[in-house]
């Protein structure tokens, strides 16, 4: 059962009196600290898991789109395993919103939380990594397009740092496009990603930003994770027609879609969502990746994707309209730690 939101409020207000303190208290000049626990969804006799109300889902299919999102815990013997944020993700555009909308993406991540001493946030500066234990089943298509996004308390709360999530190949990511059941899912192969995050690439409306700066990380408001299929509609439309297609559409606290009759509209969000608005006079044109190759390139056709070959000058994957796939995406925990890969070898 979810807990009462104002129980809530009042236990992360105490959190974060407790962890000012511990900082206090433990001041070194050459610290070490513990790896920091940002979301577990494996229940034990310490620590519940972290509730999946705690999270806002969207996709697509909240601006006209036909992907689809959900958060489901996954039991075994009564107690949670993991998480899985499964759907089906759809590049399609329906016929009334063409040249209206993108398409192709679901996400999620941590909503805001609220204290008496303003919102809550994590302090990574003294970490090198996330720590990210992951398994992936579902059409295979869909396996390379993970990233994971970081929204920080900065100047610009539109602006997010993006790294991309590299999942191994697995026997359960096949050529089958068929949906599956997450609370029957058997022989999943969690991998533990270190992801660092000296190496997450700024963002801003959906695109590499050309001037890159450090991650505030000192104050992480937000993490997620999103799959970015990279469906592009043919024609480019007005910002007169954009507008039109998203009447009555607004960003609920929180989360993507209509907001509910006790939700306001978070004006964050919304930026953020300005990004699948198309532009009055912007061609749609091929846009290369500046850093890293995080980022997915979007194409008049909605067919072409970058992958690591086009950045060599290999050959660029051709993709033959619109696709439509299962996804799903199980998520043991995410830790911040400080990580040595060559102390591990």
């Excluded at 070194?28 to 940002?38: C, E, I, R, S, V």
């Excluded at 299929?229 to 009447?247: F, I, L, N, P, Y």
């Excluded at 969502?273 to 290369?288: E, K």
């Excluded at 993709?319 to 299962?326: E, I, K, M, N, S």
């Amino acid at each position: 059962m979810a807990a009462h939101p104002l129980k809530s409020y009042f236990g992360r207000t105490l959190d974060v009196l407790k962890r000012n303190t511990g900082k206090v208290l433990s001041m070194d000049a050459a610290p070490n600290p513990p790896p920091l626990a940002l979301f577990s969804f494996a229940s034990s006799s310490s620590a519940p898991a972290t509730p999946v109300e705690s999270f806002a889902l969207g996709s697509d299919n909240d601006i006209g789109g036909l992907s689809t999102a959900a958060l489901t815990p996954v039991p075994d013997a009564g107690s949670a395993t993991h998480a899985a944020f499964h759907g089906t993700l759809s590049t399609a555009v329906p016929p009334q919103f063409a040249g209206r909308i993108r398409t192709g993406y679901a996400a999620f991540r941590n909503r805001s939380r609220p204290t008496l001493f303003g919102e809550d946030t994590w302090d990574l500066e003294l970490f090198t990594h996330l720590k990210v234990e992951v398994a992936y089943r579902g059409w295979d298509g869909w396996r390379d397009k993970w990233v994971v996004n970081v929204q920080t308390d900065g100047p610009v709360k539109s602006d997010l740092f993006q790294h991309r999530l590299d999942l191994p190949p697995s026997a359960l990511s096949t050529a089958s496009r068929a949906p599956l059941d997450p609370l029957h899912a058997t022989g999943l192969q969690f991998h533990t990603l270190y992801l660092p995050l000296s190496g997450f690439v700024l963002t801003n409306s959906g695109q590499t930003a050309q001037t890159q700066i450090a991650m505030m990380r000192q104050r992480v408001r937000t993490l997620g994770f999103a799959l970015l299929g990279g469906g592009r509609s043919d024609t480019a439309a007005s910002v007169q027609a954009a507008q039109e297609a998203e009447k009555g559409r607004r960003v609920a606290a929180g989360g993507w879609g209509v907001p509910g009759q006790n939700e306001a509209a978070d004006p964050e969000l919304e930026a953020l969502m300005a990004s699948d608005r198309p532009a009055a006079a912007a061609p749609l044109r091929p846009v290369a990746a500046a850093v890293g190759g995080y980022h997915r390139v979007g194409s008049r056709a909605a067919a072409r994707e970058v992958t690591a070959e086009d950045e060599d000058g290999g050959e660029v994957e051709e993709l033959a309209g619109p696709q439509t796939g299962y996804y799903e995406l199980s998520l043991r925990s995410v830790e911040a730690v400080r990580y040595d890969p060559e102390a591990e070898e």
